[in-house]
C-alpha cells in the first residue's frame, strides 16, 4: 500500500519500492482558489520553475531567425535556421519522452539540458565566425540550429507528467494542473519572442540565445532535480477500476486512441502557423507587417486566460464534449479572420478566438493524459508538443503559398479548416472514447 509523501515544505525521499503520491486533503482556503492545490501538491517552487524553464524554447527559433538573418544579412538563411530549430525540436521531442518513460525524467533533463546548453553555444560561435553565408559555412550553422532543436528539453510536456502522476485519480486537480500548464505555454510563447526582439533590437543579435543557454543550464538542471521528479519517475499503477478509457483495449486500439489528440494538435499546430503567416500578410497589406506579432500576442493572451478559466468549468461537461464545444466556436470565430478590414477590427476577432483557443488546447491534452498508456505518459506528451512544431510548419507553408498567389484572404481559410479539422477530430475521440469506455464495462461483466 503506497504512503502520501510530506508536505510541499519538507523533502521526501521515497523508498526504491515505493511510489509516493500526494496527499489528498487540500487547504480548506486559498486566494489562489483552486489553483491553491497546486503549491499545496508541488510547491511553489515547481509552479516557477516550472513556468520559466520552458522560456527558452520559446526563445529558440525566433532567436536563430535573428541571429542568422543578422548576421548573414539574408532573410532565406535566417529561415534556414529557425526551420531546422523547429524540425530539430520536432524530432528530438519524442526520442527525449521515451527515454524519460524508460531512464527516468532526471538523468534525461540533466543530460538534456548540459547538451542543448553546448548546442546553443556551438551555434553562437560557428554563426558569428562565419564570414560567408554559403556551401559548407551554411550547412554547419543548420546542423547546429538542428541540434539546438534536437536536444532542448521538453518542459511543459513532462511537467504534465508529473502533474498526472501527483492527481492521479482526481480529475478535477488534473484539469486545474492542465489549465495552468496551457496558460504557462501560451504566456511563455508570447512572451518569449518578445523578449528576444527586445535584447536582439537593445543590445546584441546573440543576447537572446546566450541568455536561451543560461535558463537551460540553470532552471531546466533545478527543475530535473526537483523533488517532484519522484511522482513521475516512479509512477504508481492505477487501480483496476481508475484505468483510462482504452487500457484494457487491444494494443491497436489504444494506439489509435493516442492518435487523435496527436492529430488533434498537428492540427492545432497548423492554426498556429498559418495564422502568425496570415496576420504578416494582412498586415503587410497595411504597410506595417512588423506589427504581426503584436497582433498575435493578443490571441495569446485572451488564449492564455481563457485557459485558466478551464479549472471552473462543471465536472459533468466532459472532455470530448469540452472538445467538440471549444472546437466548434473557435472555427466559427477562425471563419471571421477574412473580414476585418482594418487592424481595429482584426484586435476584436483576435480576441474572440483566443478565448476558444486556450480551453482546446487544455482539453486535448486531458485527454492525451486519458489514453496514454500508464507506462508511456512521457512519450505521449511530447508526441503532442511534437504535433504542434509539425502542425506550425505546415501551417505557415500553407498559408504563406496562399497568401502569395491570393493574398491575405485567401491564407485566412488556412486557420479556418485547421479549426475546422479540430472540430471532427472532436467528434472522432468523441466516438472513440465512448466505444472504449463502453467495451471495457462489457468486459468487466464477461465471467
Same mark, same amino acid.
Given at each position: 500500500?503506497?504512503?502520501?509523501?510530506?508536505?510541499?515544505?519538507?523533502?521526501?525521499?521515497?523508498?526504491?519500492?515505493?511510489?509516493?503520491?500526494?496527499?489528498?486533503?487540500?487547504?480548506?482556503?486559498?486566494?489562489?482558489?483552486?489553483?491553491?492545490?497546486?503549491?499545496?501538491?508541488?510547491?511553489?517552487?515547481?509552479?516557477?520553475?516550472?513556468?520559466?524553464?520552458?522560456?527558452?524554447?520559446?526563445?529558440?527559433?525566433?532567436?536563430?531567425?535573428?541571429?542568422?538573418?543578422?548576421?548573414?544579412?539574408?532573410?532565406?538563411?535566417?529561415?534556414?535556421?529557425?526551420?531546422?530549430?523547429?524540425?530539430?525540436?520536432?524530432?528530438?521531442?519524442?526520442?527525449?519522452?521515451?527515454?524519460?518513460?524508460?531512464?527516468?525524467?532526471?538523468?534525461?533533463?540533466?543530460?538534456?539540458?548540459?547538451?542543448?546548453?553546448?548546442?546553443?553555444?556551438?551555434?553562437?560561435?560557428?554563426?558569428?565566425?562565419?564570414?560567408?553565408?554559403?556551401?559548407?559555412?551554411?550547412?554547419?550553422?543548420?546542423?547546429?540550429?538542428?541540434?539546438?532543436?534536437?536536444?532542448?528539453?521538453?518542459?511543459?510536456?513532462?511537467?504534465?507528467?508529473?502533474?498526472?502522476?501527483?492527481?492521479?485519480?482526481?480529475?478535477?486537480?488534473?484539469?486545474?494542473?492542465?489549465?495552468?500548464?496551457?496558460?504557462?505555454?501560451?504566456?511563455?510563447?508570447?512572451?518569449?519572442?518578445?523578449?528576444?526582439?527586445?535584447?536582439?533590437?537593445?543590445?546584441?543579435?546573440?543576447?537572446?540565445?546566450?541568455?536561451?543557454?543560461?535558463?537551460?543550464?540553470?532552471?531546466?538542471?533545478?527543475?530535473?532535480?526537483?523533488?517532484?521528479?519522484?511522482?513521475?519517475?516512479?509512477?504508481?499503477?492505477?487501480?483496476?477500476?481508475?484505468?483510462?478509457?482504452?487500457?484494457?483495449?487491444?494494443?491497436?486500439?489504444?494506439?489509435?486512441?493516442?492518435?487523435?489528440?496527436?492529430?488533434?494538435?498537428?492540427?492545432?499546430?497548423?492554426?498556429?502557423?498559418?495564422?502568425?503567416?496570415?496576420?504578416?500578410?494582412?498586415?503587410?497589406?497595411?504597410?506595417?507587417?512588423?506589427?504581426?506579432?503584436?497582433?498575435?500576442?493578443?490571441?495569446?493572451?485572451?488564449?492564455?486566460?481563457?485557459?485558466?478559466?478551464?479549472?471552473?468549468?462543471?465536472?459533468?461537461?466532459?472532455?470530448?464534449?469540452?472538445?467538440?464545444?471549444?472546437?466548434?466556436?473557435?472555427?466559427?470565430?477562425? &471563419? !471571421?479572420? #477574412?473580414?476585418?478590414?482594418?487592424? @481595429? *477590427?482584426? %484586435?476584436?476577432? /483576435? $480576441?474572440? +478566438?483566443?478565448?476558444? =483557443?486556450?480551453?482546446?488546447?487544455?482539453?486535448?491534452?486531458?485527454?492525451?493524459?486519458?489514453?496514454?498508456?500508464?507506462?508511456?505518459?512521457?512519450?505521449?506528451?511530447?508526441?503532442?508538443?511534437?504535433?504542434?512544431?509539425?502542425?506550425?510548419?505546415?501551417?505557415?507553408?500553407?498559408?504563406?503559398?496562399?497568401?502569395?498567389?491570393?493574398?491575405? &484572404? !485567401?491564407? #485566412?481559410?488556412?486557420?479556418?479548416? @485547421? *479549426?475546422? %479539422?479540430?472540430? /471532427? $477530430?472532436? +467528434?472522432?475521440?468523441? =466516438?472513440?472514447?465512448?466505444?472504449?469506455?463502453?467495451?471495457?464495462?462489457?468486459?468487466?461483466?464477461?465471467?
Amino acid at each position: 500500500m503506497y504512503k502520501n509523501p510530506t508536505p510541499a515544505s519538507a523533502d521526501p525521499s521515497p523508498s526504491p519500492n515505493q511510489s509516493p503520491l500526494p496527499r489528498p486533503d487540500r487547504p480548506e482556503r486559498s486566494r489562489l482558489g483552486r489553483f491553491g492545490v497546486l503549491p499545496h501538491l508541488a510547491g511553489t517552487s515547481f509552479l516557477v520553475l516550472g513556468l520559466f524553464a520552458r522560456l527558452p524554447l520559446a526563445m529558440l527559433t525566433v532567436g536563430a531567425l535573428t541571429l542568422v538573418t543578422t548576421a548573414s544579412d539574408s532573410y532565406a538563411a535566417g529561415g534556414f535556421a529557425a526551420g531546422a530549430v523547429g524540425v530539430g525540436s520536432a524530432l528530438g521531442a519524442p526520442l527525449l519522452g521515451v527515454l524519460a518513460d524508460r531512464r527516468g525524467q532526471r538523468i534525461v533533463l540533466l543530460v538534456s539540458a548540459v547538451l542543448n546548453t553546448l548546442a546553443i553555444a556551438v551555434l553562437l560561435v560557428v554563426t558569428l565566425t562565419s564570414a560567408r553565408f554559403t556551401g559548407g559555412a551554411l550547412a554547419l550553422v543548420l546542423a547546429a540550429a538542428f541540434a539546438t532543436g534536437f536536444t532542448c528539453p521538453q518542459i511543459g510536456p513532462l511537467a504534465r507528467v508529473r502533474w498526472m502522476a501527483m492527481t492521479r485519480g482526481r480529475r478535477s486537480d488534473l484539469d486545474t494542473a492542465l489549465s495552468y500548464e496551457g496558460t504557462a505555454d501560451e504566456l511563455t510563447f508570447v512572451l518569449g519572442p518578445a523578449l528576444v526582439g527586445l535584447l536582439a533590437g537593445l543590445i546584441a543579435a546573440w543576447l537572446p540565445l546566450a541568455l536561451a543557454a543560461a535558463l537551460t543550464i540553470t532552471l531546466v538542471s533545478a527543475f530535473a532535480v526537483h523533488r517532484t521528479v519522484a511522482f513521475s519517475d516512479a509512477p504508481p499503477a492505477p487501480a483496476a477500476d481508475e484505468a483510462a478509457p482504452g487500457e484494457e483495449a487491444p494494443a491497436r486500439y489504444r494506439a489509435s486512441l493516442v492518435l487523435l489528440p496527436v492529430a488533434g494538435m498537428i492540427a492545432m499546430g497548423t492554426f498556429f502557423g498559418s495564422t502568425q503567416t496570415f496576420l504578416t500578410a494582412f498586415t503587410g497589406h497595411f504597410g506595417s507587417p512588423e506589427s504581426s506579432g503584436l497582433l498575435y500576442a493578443v490571441m495569446g493572451l485572451s488564449s492564455a486566460l481563457a485557459a485558466l478559466s478551464v479549472a471552473y468549468w462543471p465536472q459533468r461537461f466532459g472532455h470530448t464534449t469540452r472538445w467538440v464545444a471549444s472546437a466548434a466556436a473557435m472555427a466559427a470565430a477562425a &471563419a !471571421a479572420l #477574412a473580414l476585418p478590414d482594418s487592424i @481595429a *477590427a482584426m %484586435v476584436v476577432v /483576435l $480576441l474572440v +478566438l483566443g478565448i476558444f =483557443v486556450g480551453p482546446t488546447m487544455v482539453t486535448i491534452f486531458s485527454i492525451g493524459s486519458e489514453v496514454a498508456p500508464a507506462h508511456r505518459l512521457g512519450t505521449v506528451m511530447t508526441l503532442l508538443a511534437s504535433g504542434i512544431v509539425a502542425g506550425t510548419a505546415i501551417g505557415s507553408a500553407l498559408a504563406g503559398t496562399l497568401a502569395e498567389s491570393s493574398g491575405p &484572404a !485567401a491564407a #485566412a481559410a488556412v486557420p479556418a479548416s @485547421a *479549426a475546422g %479539422v479540430l472540430l /471532427l $477530430l472532436g +467528434l472522432l475521440s468523441a =466516438v472513440a472514447l465512448r466505444r472504449a469506455t463502453t467495451g471495457r464495462r462489457m468486459s468487466r461483466h464477461v465471467p
